[in-house]
């Protein structure tokens, strides 16, 4: 079978969401953006570990996959704020699936310990 133009688009599309899944800055950032954390002092005080470079990095990266806006303000001083826009809400819903998925691990293996242990 002769792969198909829809066929490499849709490869070329998952390619770039685990792109995004496997970077734990990447996740990371875009989960406080679902919280409404949107400037960039906050993003780093909330994410310890997050540097400025890899930040800006990665907001850029997901501003080209168009699930972050990037909103300039013309103050002094100057002002950024992020915003998910609806492609990047749709990821985050699944991202907390994901976190809620976790979480239901966790707690399992905690009730599995708790009965081995008696």
């Keep these: 079978m002769i792969p198909t133009s829809d066929d490499y688009r849709q490869q070329e599309a998952f390619h770039r969401l685990t792109d995004i899944l496997r970077c734990k800055w990447t996740v990371a950032v875009l989960d406080a953006l679902g919280r409404g954390i949107n400037r960039p002092g906050q ?55 994901m976190r809620a998925f976790a979480q239901e691990w966790v707690d399992e293996a905690d009730e599995e310990a708790t009965l081995t242990e008696r």
Excluded: D, F, N
């Design 43 to 97: 993003l780093l005080r909330t994410l310890p570990g997050l540097t400025t470079k890899v930040l800006y990095e990665r907001v850029h990266k997901l501003e080209r996959y168009g699930l972050v806006e990037r909103r300039a303000y013309p103050e002094i001083p100057p002002r950024v704020e992020y915003e998910l826009t609806e492609r990047g809400q749709r990821l985050i819903q699944l991202i907390r699936q």
